[in-house]
């Protein structure tokens, strides 16, 4: 079955320091999605994506945080000089028709900052 | 306004016997789907519910949606040890403006005691 893969599983980062998560969705998929789940916290949406450009955004997603596209096949979550608070799980999803259609996320990147 | 509330915030029950989990929303949604984490990892796709569906099978799963009352339940028959996880619910609708994010619910912890 078609997955959605998020790299590095784990990443640890000093505090101030940019990271760069990576995603790549399922191949024909056309949407795609950040979202983030602080440890003992809901999930939270993050930002959509689609055509090459950000369909919706959160008030988390300030300007600390940047998505891009770079090719036809990964999909990035840029956080710049991060905080502790930044600290959790960041999930990667696609959707091959957007809503109301279903999701399928990725196995997350858990993203501790010190 | 919060959306997506799972009741109760924790269930601990025996091996072998049903697990009832309940959903409740606020605004019109388009579909409804139940996901399932494993403590600390991904969020895994167990099932979608449309708007204009009242039931649905998947297994061991049972999910109903009454949107007269705004609310879903997840039933998880037979449950075994390797059922023992979170479970979120999730709503994919309008809010406000929003139509690409999912509103999720703060879940449900079940332990299955062997």
């Known amino acids: 079955e078609p997955e959605v893969t998020q790299t590095p599983s784990h990443q640890v980062t000093q505090m101030g320091q940019e990271v760069i998560l990576r995603c790549v969705p399922i191949s024909n998929h056309l949407y795609f999605y950040w979202y983030r789940q602080i440890l003992g916290q809901k999930v939270e949406f993050l930002v959509s994506f689609y055509n090459n450009e950000i369909s919706e955004k959160s008030e988390i997603f300030d300007d600390q945080f940047s998505v891009e596209r770079p090719d036809g096949s990964n999909f990035t979550l840029k956080i710049r000089s991060t905080k502790l608070e930044d600290s959790a799980m960041y999930f990667c999803?696609?959707?091959?028709?957007?809503?109301?259609?279903?999701?399928?996320f990725g196995s997350g990147t858990r993203l501790t900052v010190v | 306004s919060q959306q997506g509330e799972e009741d109760p915030q924790a269930l601990s029950i025996q091996e072998g016997e049903n697990a009832t989990m309940n959903c409740s929303y606020k605004?019109?949604?388009?579909?409804l789907q139940w996901y399932r984490q494993n403590s600390g990892r991904g969020l895994v796709h167990l099932i979608l519910i449309r708007s204009n569906e009242r039931e649905k099978h998947s297994g061991r799963l049972r999910v109903t949606l009454d949107t007269s009352k705004k609310s879903s339940s997840l039933l998880i028959t037979a449950s075994r040890a390797a059922d023992t996880a979170s479970y979120f619910c999730?709503?994919?609708?309008?809010?406000?403006?929003?139509?690409?994010?999912?509103?999720w619910g703060a879940g449900t912890k079940l332990i299955i005691k062997p």
């Open positions: 605004t019109s949604i388009n579909n």
């Open positions: 999803a696609s959707s091959e028709k957007g809503p109301p259609y279903g999701y399928t």
């Open positions: 999730a709503t994919d609708g309008r809010m406000r403006d929003s139509n690409y994010q999912l509103i």
